[in-house]
């Protein structure tokens, strides 16, 4: 069955970069673009961006680019984001997401647990 | 960036009522429209994908339709597992975006 299985909880303080994992399985991982959604406390679902894992091609909102790296190490069946110069507004849950297509109509299938990222000093 | 809009952010509703929740695209977004449930502590989970696809294994008392940039997620008699935050997503741009949610509560 297909899985996203995320890395454990993060503390950093603010300036500071985190890097977060999300391992895939039940499926070919080259296969389906993976993208990343955050929730900060008592706000909503953010959308960061989206990678292709095949190509390494990358879209980013635009809020986070140049802060948002989004990487991949295919022998592992892994996606990573990483988000620099943290703040404490980056403290939220991120979540990856599995991309799939019907037609031409993206949506994410599947998704990992979360991971809590808090930003403190 | 395209803007989408949901109405209402909350509302209070009792078992077996009927739910309406509206999302208004900025432009037009053809049927690139999902609707997604979040419960605290859970991931997202896909309801709806084109605007009125149900996600397999999705009961079928959600439904969503469209109307040009309007888009409606109904839930036709709601279950008290439904008391969440539902979203919805364009993927009309390749830089997608969500609503704002809309809380649905336990009247």
């Known amino acids: 069955q297909v899985q996203l299985v995320q890395s454990g909880a993060e503390v950093k303080k603010p300036g500071a970069s985190v890097k977060v994992s999300c391992k895939a399985s039940g499926y070919t991982f080259t296969s389906y673009e993976i993208n990343w959604v955050r929730q900060a406390a008592g706000q909503g679902l953010e959308w960061m961006g989206w990678m292709n894992p095949n190509s390494g091609n990358t879209g980013y909102a635009q809020k986070f680019q140049g802060r948002v790296t989004m990487t991949r190490n295919t022998s592992i069946s892994t996606a990573y984001m990483e988000l620099s110069s943290l703040r404490s507004e980056d403290t939220a849950v991120y979540y990856c997401a599995r991309i799939a297509v019907a037609g031409t109509v993206y949506y994410s299938d599947y998704w990992g647990q979360g991971t809590l990222v808090t930003v403190s000093s | 960036d395209i803007q989408m809009t949901q109405s209402p952010s909350s509302l209070s509703a009792s078992v077996g009522d009927r739910v309406t929740i509206t999302c208004r695209a900025s432009q037009s977004i053809s049927s690139y429209l999902n609707w997604y449930q979040h419960k605290p502590g859970k991931a997202p989970k896909l309801l709806i994908y084109?605007?009125?696809s149900l996600q397999s294994g999705v009961p079928s008392r959600f439904s969503g339709s469209a109307s040009g940039t309007d888009f409606t997620l109904t839930i036709s008699s709601l279950e008290p597992e439904d008391f969440a935050t539902y979203y919805c997503?364009?993927?009309?741009?390749?830089?997608?975006?969500f609503g704002g949610g809309t809380r649905v509560e336990i009247k």
């Open positions: 997503q364009q993927s009309y741009s390749t830089l997608l975006t």
């Open positions: 084109a605007a009125s």
